[in-house]
């Protein structure tokens, strides 16, 4: 059996012992180097790909920030919506109470004076075509066939004029205006105020819806 007799000193023992782990530990530092590296590599793959769904998240979470926006204006709307319907059922015409007095001075003649104004609303019946009958109501048959009412403002206005002319004046006006429809007389009568002759009247109207 051979045996082999190292005959060298200690030191270069020491010295090739020491080379050979630092050998060992450059080998080690490289391939440590490359795992991180090839880690790296897919770390930053993936890193890429979470950052696209944050900014595709975030995307679509301002898409849903803007649709909550929208609902909530849409449900302001209807919100309106029905309660000027709600309103135009209850009272029949979308014509503010304002635009009816302001529309009633502007016709009203210079020597004509209200006395009382009143507005409610009443039911009206509706034929089979569609259409109701005025203030004095349907016959009989019709109000068997009617289907559904209409509910309508009903305009009852009583004043004193000098004469019949500014009567009749101001009941034309009404009948002119885009306001008033189905405008009736009433009565006309005479009466005295302050030792002076004059006529009472009362006219009666729908308002438009």
Known sequence: MDTKIDFLPEK??????LRQRIVRQVYLLILVAVGLVVWGYFSYERV???????????ERSAGLDHLLVDKACLQK???????????????????DVLDVL??????LPAGVSLLSLNMDGVQLPVNRAGRYRGLAGSPSGERSAASAGVKRVRLVIQGIAPNDVDVANFIGQLSASHIFEDVRMGYCKS???????AREFQASCHVVR
Do not use: D, P
């Open 48 to 58: 890429a790909e979470a950052r696209a769904e944050l900014a595709l998240l975030h």
């Open 77 to 95: 709307e209807q919100a309106e919506l029905l309660i000027k319907e709600r309103i135009s059922k209850q009272l029949g015409s979308r014509i």
């Open 12 to 17: 270069l023992k020491a010295q090739r012992s």
């Open 191 to 197: 009466m005295v105020v302050k030792n002076r002759r």
């Open 102 to 107: 302001a529309e009633i001075e502007r016709l």
